[in-house]
């Protein structure tokens, strides 16, 4: 089976705290996403990354900065948290168009749900 | 302007019977494809059902279908035999490739909150 795992499923931090959302996936899927989710807003997409080092900005990626140094491994940062960041962070991997599948479907760990006070 | 709607923010179905859950959604591209997540409460995510813009046949599985009509660019879900295991959010998304180099990118609709009454 696919597995995403993200690195804590709660967090709880301060206001102006560097936090660390990290994503690792054990299928070799190239591509890496991280969205945002809150309620009434479904969810959106922060960054994404279609190989290692590179990154793309997603739709809302204003206060957030991600690293992709191994192909397994996606982090998502948050340089200096603020109250507005308060969300559930969910973290999906799939495989490129060439690749094994070709239909897009993402694979998603189980959310990390971060409190920001 | 939103490329995926779900215009239901919240849906009741009494167990064992069916639920449609609407899904309409806005592209210009000829080939995307679209896709159907059930979210329980526990905060996964669980892939349900996906269609091909170009796939003739409505997908099903299992208990779940797609009801595709291209034309009218809808996707809506159909859950037969409501069960209370299907109490969950359900979100529908769309496969794009912005850049036309194969790079998929999956766009979600702002979800169906589904409650199963017994």
Known sequence: DVKVTQSSRYLVKRTGEKVFLECVQDMDHENMFWYRQDPGLGLRLIYFSYDVKMKEKGDIPEGYSVSREKKERFSLILESASTNQTSMYLCASSFSRGGHSNTGELFFGEGSRLTVL | ?118
């Not at chain 2, 809808?74 to 069960?83: G, K, P, Y």
């Not at chain 2, 490739?97 to 609709?109: C, E, H, K």
């Open chain 2, 1 to 118: 302007a939103q490329k995926i709607t779900q215009t239901q923010p919240g849906m009741f179905v009494q167990e064992k019977e069916a639920v449609t859950l609407d899904c309409t959604y806005d592209t210009s591209d000829q080939s995307y494809g679209l896709f159907w997540y059930k979210q329980p409460s526990s905060g996964e995510m669980i892939f349900l059902i996906y269609q091909g813009s170009y796939d003739e046949q409505n997908a099903t599985e299992g208990r779940y279908s797609l009801n595709f009509q291209k034309a009218r660019k809808s996707a809506n879900l159909v859950i037969s035999a409501s069960q209370l295991g299907d109490s969950a959010m359900y979100f529908c998304a769309m496969r794009e490739d912005p850049s036309g180099a194969g790079s998929y990118q999956l766009t979600f609709g702002k979800g169906t909150k589904l409650s199963v009454i017994p």
